[in-house]
């Protein structure tokens, strides 16, 4: 596909400020990598927005970039196979995030206020405003068919009790990257001792989605 792909490479903002450039490839793997993601976490994850905008730019210049392969060219229908294979994962990975949002809109926000000043944004300025409003319109739904019809002192809901949370605690099939030493697979309790697991480059693996949470956060492993 090089001959589709652009020539022109992503950048991907860096917490210090720096760049990371990539090829396009390499940014249409990264997409692939929060795609999959995103879709077996049972929460929602870090936004990435960097990701998105960059793919979308990709793709325009794809689309570009195809326009001058001569009609009858065999390559062109493998060509738009693949635009259109990149433009699946992208729906696939926004989509899941947004049903994650209705799902747990009240912890999703909760999350995002309580985050540490400096710390990324789980929801990105759009799924904020869509979180937002989502919260908003189901309160006034919920106060217009049922919550005036009860008593004074039950015409309150609490939504975060109301709404479940994330059940953090599934079990997730992972592909570890990066060798992991020690990782706390279940802590001591009276019925068993501390149990700790080294992760092998390249293995594969079945565990509780908490105990890798935070290998999945920093790229340590892929979930599969």
């Known amino acids: 596909m090089s001959d589709v792909l652009s020539d022109e490479v992503g950048e991907i903002g860096q ?13 249409i793997a990264k997409l692939e990598e929060a795609w999959l993601n995103e879709k077996f976490s049972p929460e929602l994850l870090e ?8 793919v979308m730019e990709q793709l325009t210049h794809m689309e570009t970039n195809l326009q001058r392969v001569k009609k009858g ?3 062109a229908s493998v060509h738009r196979m693949e635009i ?3 433009r699946f994962v992208l729906s696939s990975y926004l989509r899941s995030r947004l ?9 999703v926000l909760e999350k995002e206020k309580s985050r540490a000043l400096g710390d990324p944004s789980f929801l990105s300025p759009e799924e904020f405003a869509f979180a937002k ?7 006034t739904f919920l106060k217009a068919v049922a919550l005036k019809h009860m008593p004074p002192n039950l015409q309150s809901v609490d939504m975060q009790k109301a709404v479940p949370e994330p059940y953090l605690d599934s ?9 992991q030493d020690n990782v706390l697979v279940e802590p001591e309790s009276d019925e068993q001792k501390e149990y700790v697991v080294d992760l092998e480059e390249g293995s594969q693996h079945l565990m509780r989605y908490r105990t890798i949470a935070p290998l999945v956060s920093n790229g340590a492993v892929q979930l599969i």
């Not at 760049?19 to 940014?27: F, G, K, N, R, Y």
């Not at 936004?47 to 960059?54: F, I, P």
């Not at 409003?133 to 309160?139: G, H, K, L």
């Open 99 to 107: 049903q994650k949002i209705e799902k747990f809109f009240p912890h």
């Open 133 to 139: 409003e989502y919260f908003a319109n189901t309160e």
């Open 84 to 86: 259109d294979r990149i």
């Open 73 to 75: 060219d065999m390559k």
């Open 171 to 179: 079990f997730v099939f992972l592909r570890v990257k990066e060798r």
């Open 15 to 27: 917490d210090d400020g720096e760049e990371d450039v990539m090829t396009p490839a390499e940014l």
């Open 47 to 54: 936004n990435r927005s960097e990701v998105v905008e960059c």
